[in-house]
């Protein structure tokens, strides 16, 4: 198989494969901005939407619904999409989820009302989860070996990118409905990966290939899958649950009547530049600490700095902006390490499978608990306050990550 890999990957022309990437890049970075979005405008799209003022709390509440119902959708894509990927192939497969992502996005500048909302993002959620599994496989089965570690990381990055793209819309379209025009990039971007992105050769000459997870759940491999998917999950908990309404929260501190439009922009690129910062430096920690030693002072760093970010801010100043961008930086280490971490778990028969499950189980765990935002913010009397109750998960994991082994690549 190592053989059919090379001979297979060789085949294809580099200028088809550098075309390639850049079509899954572009993708993948407006993934990024679809997915926040709606963060970033949902303090003045709820109010149009229901024709009147809302309270904190409603917003908090009806917020949490979009919020958990598009992470339940990329949870749904993510499982639905890799089989429809095995069996129609990767580029048929990843031009559907592009598409599906950029259509719905643009049905958003429509939208009449909060329900379609929550059924606009359900879709868009689908096709994004989509997207970061095929392109991510779709990478990896047409670059060299040599090399494909370095691509696949530089895939990953785009992500936060996407992030930054949604800060930048915030601060030149007020119009909320304006900014979620850009859904039409990715449609167009579908086309072109439809009528020029190159197949494939190894999933041409595989095709589907009997599964090998019956291992999955072997007592060699339950101990790291518990914990690979209650680290990543709470990781998840945390990241989401403040990304999503970090935006919000600003708003909260600013005098009544500001339209908070640039605080909010401003907040959300520093989110995803230090994302993008964090997953770059991951990698030199990894190499100096170890995997498992810098999960730990990860996650140890995520809570100091929320419990500083949320406990000692009661009004807006630019420190907000500078304890936001060392808190993304931490979320950015933890995503490049944990990259690299979770799939080394596993032994190669099963990695795949087993990664997927990890991953996809958090996210089920992150939507389900991004529901309980409005509760938390009516009973603890303020974003704040609930906002901090998101970081005990960083909690959970440092413990999991303290009693489990370092992966070693098998």
């Known amino acids: 198989m190592e053989t059919l890999e090379i001979v297979n990957t060789g085949s294809m022309s580099s200028t088809r494969k550098w075309l390639a990437f850049g079509l899954c890049v572009v993708s993948y970075m407006l993934s990024g901005t679809v997915s926040t979005l709606m963060s970033v405008y949902l303090p003045v799209a709820i109010p149009e939407l229901k024709g009147q003022p809302v309270s904190e709390a409603e917003l908090g509440k009806i917020g949490a619904y979009v919020n958990a119902l598009f992470l339940y959708g990329w949870m749904c894509g993510g499982l639905l999409f890799g089989m429809v990927s095995d069996r129609v192939g990767r580029v048929k497969s990843l031009t559907l989820v592009t598409a599906l992502y950029g259509i719905f996005t643009c049905l958003v500048t429509i939208v009449p009302d909060w329900y379609m909302l929550l059924a606009f ?5 689908m096709g994004v989860g989509g997207v970061l599994l095929i392109t991510t496989v779709y990478i990896s089965e047409i670059w060299e070996q040599r090399t494909r570690a370095v691509m696949l ?11 930054v793209t949604t800060g930048s819309l915030n601060l030149l379209f007020s119009d909320w409905r304006t900014a979620f025009g850009i859904g039409i990039i990715p449609v167009m971007t579908a086309l072109l990966i439809f009528l020029l992105a190159p197949e494939s050769d190894k999933w041409s000459s595989t095709r589907i290939e009997k599964s090998n997870s019956g291992g999955l759940f ?7 899958l518990i ?11 945390g990241l989401w649950g403040i990304f999503s309404w970090l935006p919000t929260w600003v708003q909260t501190l600013l005098v009544s009547g500001e339209d908070g439009q640039k605080e909010r922009g401003l907040t959300m690129i520093l989110l995803g530049m230090g994302g993008i910062t964090g997953g770059i430096f991951s990698g030199i920690l990894v190499n100096r600490l170890g995997k498992r030693k810098t999960l730990m ?24 902006y500078v304890e936001t961008a060392l808190l993304a930086f931490c979320f950015g280490l933890s ?23 990890c991953f996809n189980a958090g ?6 608990a991004v529901f309980f935002i409005g509760a938390l913010v009516s009973f603890l009397g303020g974003f704040g306050n609930a906002l901090l109750v998101f970081t005990i998960p960083f909690l959970v994991a440092l413990v999991v990550t303290a009693k489990s082994k370092e992966a070693k690549l098998v």
């Open 227 to 237: 914990s690979g998917s209650v680290i990543f999950g709470s990781v998840l908990i």
């Open 297 to 320: 002072f990860t996650f140890g760093s995520c809570l100091v700095l929320c419990t500083i970010l949320f406990l000692t801010n009661r009004e807006f100043s630019s420190i907000v």
């Open 218 to 224: 072997q007592a060699t491999n339950k101990a790291n």
């Open 363 to 368: 996210r089920f765990f992150t939507a389900t």
């Open 335 to 357: 995503q490049g390490t944990l990259s690299a971490y979770i799939p080394e778990l596993f032994p190669v028969s099963v990695r795949a499978t087993a990664t997927g499950f």
């Open 153 to 163: 990381g530089i895939l990953a990055v785009f992500f936060p990118v996407g992030i």
């Open 121 to 125: 993002r359900f879709v868009t959620g």
